[in-house]
């Protein structure tokens, strides 16, 4: 599906998606426990993976009508051997979590998926279970899916980077509660993304499960039953997905945005309020209500790391390329290897809408002041964040602006585009 969006303003109040972090989690944490029910998950291309793979290692999960709740019967801790190939279509998050899951197993399992997954790296977290006494091979011995893992780990100290993905260690805290001896991690270099673990351990509490931050790293220890309180988790609000629908405002809003279900949590991309009120931004959090306001208004320049939120690189090139001065995004290299190489695809993009961009190995420099943004055809790269920053970057480009592949917001945003035009932004869908 591609999507034609009209230079537009919008008005009225959007309901934030659920967290795509914290759902996965949640659903593999109730997988290693007896069950839980989940609530308000977000259902999308990606979390269904999660869901795939908790069924193929012995669960069950049973979504309602509504997708308000979902309940997983769980696989108690260590899981059954697949009966085939666990296929994680085009979720990075899925396959890391559930490759540690794998190595509990006594048997192997074959994990896979789609061409954009099968190019992106897993070979510290192979290395990380190699180590423990675990099988971890890929196929291809590129250090790329598809994989073969298994053994039946046991625990013990592991030393890995956490310069690549913050996934990796979130897979091992989360398989490494229910070995025998847990899992010390020693980072052997600074932590990417670090708030992504701050959720995990904001998950593992929430099911009864301790983990800490320590001076090398991240340990967890074995033995542990997950079991959240009352049998269920709510899933909150998703700040990515937020980061979106707050730009969209501080750009084009007719008069406001108010964005709904936006409650404080662990998540790193909170960052994305500060970053809009540094660029001048009108904007309110009302934290307690859980609802932020945003206006239309006139942005500036500023420098951003993105070393622990990558998934708000896109965005912020957006509102760069639509502020005044230079938008500076450094700490960026690790945004290249995720469901594409997000650094170049927002360069090409904007570029071709105008826009005066320069591309470091890890940096991205937006010149607003030298920008008029155009209507173009685009590229969205078959990446849910490149799609929905470029849809917002078409409100305020002259004419219209065709981002193909538009079906993928699906992976994070289902109803993004029905969000959109509820707004009154002026789009068309063709097929």
């Known amino acids: 599906m591609d999507v034609t969006i009209g230079e537009s303003t919008?008005?009225?109040?959007?309901?934030?998606?659920?967290?795509?972090?914290?759902?996965?989690?949640?659903?593999?944490?109730?997988?290693?426990?007896?069950?839980?029910?989940?609530?308000?998950?977000?259902?999308?291309?990606?979390?269904?993976?999660?869901?795939?793979?908790?069924?193929?290692?012995?669960?069950?999960?049973?979504?309602?009508?509504?997708?308000?709740?979902?309940?997983?019967?769980?696989?108690?801790?260590?899981?059954?051997?697949?009966?085939?190939?666990?296929?994680?279509?085009?979720?990075?998050?899925?396959?890391?979590?559930?490759?540690?899951?794998?190595?509990?197993?006594?048997?192997?399992?074959?994990?896979?998926?789609?061409?954009?997954?099968?190019?992106?790296?897993?070979?510290?977290?192979?290395?990380?279970?190699?180590?423990?006494?675990?099988?971890?091979?890929?196929?291809?011995?590129?250090?790329?899916?598809?994989?073969?893992?298994?053994?039946?780990?046991?625990?013990?100290?592991?030393?890995?980077?956490?310069?690549?993905?913050?996934?990796?260690?979130?897979?091992?805290?989360?398989?490494?509660?229910?070995?025998?001896e847990g899992i010390d991690i020693e980072l052997t270099t600074g932590l990417k993304s670090s708030p992504y673990v701050d959720i995990t351990l904001e998950v593992l509490d929430a099911y009864g499960v301790d983990a800490e931050k320590t001076a090398e790293g991240y340990s967890v220890a074995g033995g542990q039953r997950y079991a959240p309180e009352g049998g269920e988790y709510h899933v909150p609000g998703d700040f990515s997905s937020i980061s979106y629908l707050l730009a969209m405002g501080a750009l084009a809003a007719d008069d406001e945005i108010i964005v709904t279900s936006a409650v404080p949590s662990a998540q790193g991309d909170t960052a994305i309020v500060d970053i809009l009120e540094r660029m001048g931004a009108d904007l309110d959090w009302d934290e307690d209500a859980g609802e932020i306001t945003v206006h239309r208004s006139d942005l500036s320049g500023i420098e951003v790391g993105v070393e622990d939120t990558p998934d708000l690189l896109p965005t912020i090139a957006t509102l760069g390329a639509a502020a005044d001065g230079v938008t500076r995004i450094t700490d960026a290299e690790h945004v290249r290897y995720k469901e594409t190489d997000r650094v170049s695809a927002m360069a090409e993009a904007l570029t071709k809408m105008g826009a005066e961009v320069e591309e470091r190995e890890d940096e991205l420099l937006v010149y607003g002041e030298d920008t008029d943004l155009q209507g173009a055809t685009v590229d969205g790269r078959a990446d849910h964040r490149i799609i929905m920053s470029l849809a917002v970057a078409g409100l305020v480009a002259d004419g219209e602006t065709t981002v193909t592949g538009a079906e993928h917001v699906d992976v994070s945003f289902p109803n993004f585009f029905d969000v959109l035009e509820k707004l009154g932004a002026n789009l068309v869908r063709s097929e």
């Open 10 to 180: 919008v008005d009225g109040t959007a309901q934030a998606p659920p967290s795509k972090s914290y759902t996965h989690r949640a659903i593999l944490a109730a997988g290693y426990a007896d069950g839980a029910v989940v609530t308000d998950p977000l259902v999308s291309a990606d979390t269904r993976a999660t869901m795939r793979a908790v069924t193929a290692y012995g669960g069950s999960t049973d979504l309602s009508a509504n997708e308000r709740t979902l309940t997983v019967e769980g696989f108690d801790g260590r899981p059954e051997t697949p009966d085939d190939v666990i296929d994680c279509a085009n979720s990075g998050t899925t396959t890391r979590l559930v490759t540690a899951t794998a190595a509990l197993g006594d048997d192997l399992t074959v994990l896979t998926g789609d061409d954009s997954l099968r190019s992106r790296p897993q070979g510290a977290l192979l290395d990380a279970i190699e180590q423990l006494g675990g099988r971890a091979e890929s196929t291809r011995r590129n250090e790329q899916a598809p994989l073969v893992v298994g053994d039946g780990i046991d625990g013990g100290h592991v030393a890995i980077p956490g310069d690549v993905s913050s996934q990796y260690i979130t897979a091992l805290l989360m398989a490494g509660a229910v070995t025998d």
